[in-house]
């Protein structure tokens, strides 16, 4: 009786959570439709604005100004994406020399290190030949006939700033120039990247892959009834459908392994569904490498580099009351989060699975700000930890040494600095503003900061 009611709560709670995150999702797609109708309205009276929007041409940054290049996290876009809608909130418009490039918004690590390689430099998109045949897609995907920043090396390099799991594409990316990983660019080093900002970074994973159905016993396998498994179908049945109008306005990012119902079929979206092939099936997707045990298989070959700056805004919404960790509020967390927040703070990996890591205490990753863990957010951790240090205040690193995380834990949910800009408030402009100084003013090698314009100095 106490299984079956148990049974029952789940199911009523996996229904809720579902319903939930299909509502924002409907949001936030209605929102740019919305925006994009407006503006198509707008264009009807303003002809010679249609023909200038039809002329759309990349321009790639000079080289002037080390540029900015802002990464999404999971379910995010890019630039492009979702019509005029900005993942950042319009916080790419605080400075004129910044990126927001759309990768994927479910493939793996791996795969979007490599789409933000070629999206900057040019050229069609190369996932690794080895890479590609053990994870069975295509080796090469999408074509950038000019890239955003061919300049790009180590006398060019970029200042990289990524939100959630972005954070992680991030390093990985800058592990994989270290390691000359890219054919024909043998010249690649970590120095080509100036700093690395981490939001709400993902840098050790999070328990919430759990709740939200990963097998704790291995992070990497699905269970059978969870909310992954209604994202799951959700993707497959979106990709094999192909609709080419939907898949230019909002794209998961599974192209190159071809699921469309023109090559694969009826037999072969049964195949999908069965878990038979595809990325759930193969495991190249985001999700294994947001759990700790993917975490810590990722972070095993990333380093910490000695001539690169880092700093990173860890987020929660929890507190301590009587030495149990709970929510801190609820108006001030998203409902999208909100149950997430309680049930984090409440995880504990099974007594009957191995830990993810040797040291692995339930406690410590209590606090959490309803998608990631505080605790992995604040540095790399696992499975060694590297060089960090706790800023109270952003004046106190302006003399930032490379090679360090310098850290600040702040008040905020896990979406509280995307999407919608108003919801944020002062703090929005607080956090972006300091980032961006930081990029322009404190992170720089043996050159002073160049000159911006307006800015002050001769």
Known sequence: ????????????????????????????????????????????????????????????????VPPIVLVHGIFGFGKGRLGGLSYFAGAEKKDEHVLVPDLGSLTSVHDRARELFYYLKGGQVDY????????????FGKVYEQGHYPLWDEHHPIHFVGHSAGAQVIRVLQQMLADKEFKGYENT???????????????????????????????RS???????????????????????????YYNFGFDHFG????????????????????????GDWILPDLTLQGSLKLNSSLQTFPNTFYFSYATKRTKKIMGVTVPSGVLGIHPLLFIRVLQMCRWRFPSDAPPPYKGYRDEDW??????LNTISMTHPRIPVEHPSHFVVDDADCHTMQPGIWYY????????????NRER?????????????????KHAFRTTPPPTLPNDGRS
């Open 1 to 64: 009786m106490v299984r079956l009611s148990l049974g029952v709560l789940g199911l009523m709670e996996l229904c809720v959570s579902a319903l939930v995150h299909l509502l924002y999702g409907f949001y936030v797609f209605s929102t740019a439709a919305a925006g994009d109708l407006s503006q198509a309205l707008s264009d009807c009276f303003r002809p010679h604005a249609v023909n200038m929007a039809k002329e759309k041409v990349v321009v790639p940054l000079d080289g002037s």
């Open 128 to 139: 690794g030949e080895e890479h590609s045949r053990i994870y069975g897609h295509s080796q």
């Open 189 to 219: 080093s970590e120095d080509w990247v100036l700093s690395v900002t981490s939001l709400s970074g993902a840098l050790n994973g999070t328990t919430r892959t759990y709740l939200d159905g990963m097998q704790p016993e291995d992070g």
């Open 222 to 248: 699905l269970k059978s009834i969870c909310l992954l498994q209604i994202c799951r179908i959700g993707v497959i049945v979106y990709d094999w459908f192909d609709i080419s109008l939907l898949k230019n």
């Open 259 to 282: 699921m469309g119902w023109r090559k694969m079929g009826i037999s072969g979206l049964v195949d999908l569904l069965l878990g038979n092939s595809g990325p759930f099936a193969s």
């Open 366 to 371: 209590e606090d959490n700000d309803g998608a």
């Open 408 to 419: 600040k834990i702040v008040e905020a949910d896990h979406i509280l600095f995307i999407v």
């Open 424 to 440: 944020a408030g002062v703090q929005f402009d607080l956090i972006y503003d300091s980032i961006f100084e930081r990029c322009r």
